[in-house]
């Protein structure tokens, strides 16, 4: 589960839903997951349910991202000095009368 939901962070899949199908099909990713390709994927729900019930009180999974980084940073994968943030503010309208036309690139 951990190693899905890196493979999720890594490619910017937000959906539990969509992870879920991607590492179904994705050969690639269901090696990285150890599943094998007669493995079983976990359901999207039992993401949720763990984040919410066990690891909610726990700091299990910021301790994990944190040796992950340390260790990335001990191999020379990344340097740990300079970090960047994403506060684009985007405006939305997704109502179907009110839109505005996107323009083809």
């Known amino acids: 589960m951990i190693r899905m939901l890196l493979v999720g962070y890594c490619y910017g899949v937000r959906s539990e839903r ?11 990713y269901r090696w990285f997951c150890r599943l094998g390709l007669d493995g079983d994927i976990p359901d999207h729900s039992t993401f949720s349910k763990n984040r919410y019930g066990r690891f909610r009180d726990g700091d299990l999974l910021r301790r994990l991202f944190e040796t992950v980084v340390a260790r990335c940073m001990a191999e020379g994968l990344v340097g740990g000095e300079t970090f960047a943030v994403d506060a684009s503010i985007v405006v939305a309208d997704a109502h179907r009368q009110r839109g505005v036309a996107g323009t083809a690139t």
């Open 18 to 28: 969509r992870l879920c199908e991607e590492v179904h099909l994705n050969l690639a």
